[in-house]
């Protein structure tokens, strides 16, 4: 007599077949510097999706090596790696209203960077108003700033004091990430690396 297996059994198995050809690596945190670590702390801790944590996967995208691609359906952002691995990290992207897509290069990095939100920004929201860097900044530990053709994009890849918002729509357009993944974004990328975000 031959047994099948349980209808529920047959699921998990193909789950499981599934996952076996993805390799998902956790990547230790970056060291910080002592004030980060002092920052970082004042910012509200949110519970956390392990959907959207950093992992060394298989490169899904094909851009060449040191590439950053930003998938904002899936909410997720790819530093390509040699070798055929990338790092991926869950972010925040812009809302319908304001999202982008395009190709930009990294102009300029800065750790607690200062925020001067642009003119249309303060015209929306009167309330929002220029601030030094800290942990009640919204651009959180580290700013990557995005150009095309040497012209401020204005957008930015950087941290944030919402980290409960990482996998959602809700920014100005800019790509929020968690302050302990863009510190360890930050330390990956040269100034003149090209972004894509699709």
């Excluded at 302050?179 to 930050?186: K, M, P, Q, R, S």
Aim: with cysteine.
């Amino acid at each position: 007599m031959r047994l099948s297996p349980a209808p529920t059994v047959i699921p998990a198995l193909a789950a499981a077949l599934l996952l076996a050809g993805c390799t998902f690596k956790g990547v230790p945190d970056p060291a910080l510097s002592a004030r980060d670590a002092e920052y970082m702390a004042l910012v509200p801790q949110a519970e956390f999706d392990p959907h959207f944590a950093r992992y060394e996967i298989d490169d899904p995208t094909r851009a060449a090596p040191g590439t950053i691609v930003v998938e904002t359906r899936e909410r997720q952002l790819y530093l390509v790696l040699p070798g055929g691995k990338a790092m991926r990290y869950g972010v925040s992207v812009g809302d319908e209203a304001y999202g982008w897509t395009g190709s930009a290069t990294i102009d300029r990095k800065a750790e607690w960077p200062a925020w001067n939100p642009p003119a249309e920004m303060i015209k929306r929201w009167p309330h929002v108003h220029a601030m030094q860097g800290g942990p009640a900044n919204p651009l959180g530990a580290r700013a990557l700033y995005l150009s095309d053709k040497g012209r401020d994009t204005l957008y930015r890849i950087h941290g944030t004091n919402e980290p409960e918002k990482i996998g959602q729509a809700v920014s100005s357009g800019c790509i929020r990430m968690r302050n302990i993944d863009v510190v360890d974004l930050y330390n990956r990328v040269p100034v003149g690396a090209t972004v894509i975000v699709r």
